[in-house]
């Protein structure tokens, strides 16, 4: 029987299956809801604001001041690289 992926994000901590949605977020263990602000390509971790990604990025990182998410230009949790997002490759 073929896994199809859930109908709705799975937020209890998991190994990623071919259930999983779209988005599986390699830091957390969980399934990261859609659309977010953006999604790392690295880790699947979801922004789902923008301001979701400055806070994580002031708590995480000793980078120096940045006032505008659009400047964080890599994922804080994984140091992947988050622009371009060329949509969901696997
Ligand atoms: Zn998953
Ligand atoms: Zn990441
Ligand atoms: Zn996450």
């Known amino acids: 029987m073929a896994a199809t992926p859930s109908p709705v994000p799975n937020r209890v901590p998991h190994l990623p299956t071919a ?3 779209p988005w599986h977020c390699l830091v957390h263990g969980v399934d990261e809801p ?41 994922c804080p949790l994984c140091r992947h690289g988050l622009y371009p997002v060329t949509g969901i490759d696997r």
Do not use: K
């Open 19 to 21: 259930g999983c949605r």
């Open 34 to 74: 859609e659309p977010a602000y953006v999604i790392c390509p690295g880790c699947g971790h979801a922004y789902v604001l923008a301001s979701d990604l400055l806070d994580a990025y002031r708590e995480i990182t000793d980078d120096g001041p940045l006032s505008r998410p659009a400047d964080i230009l890599s």
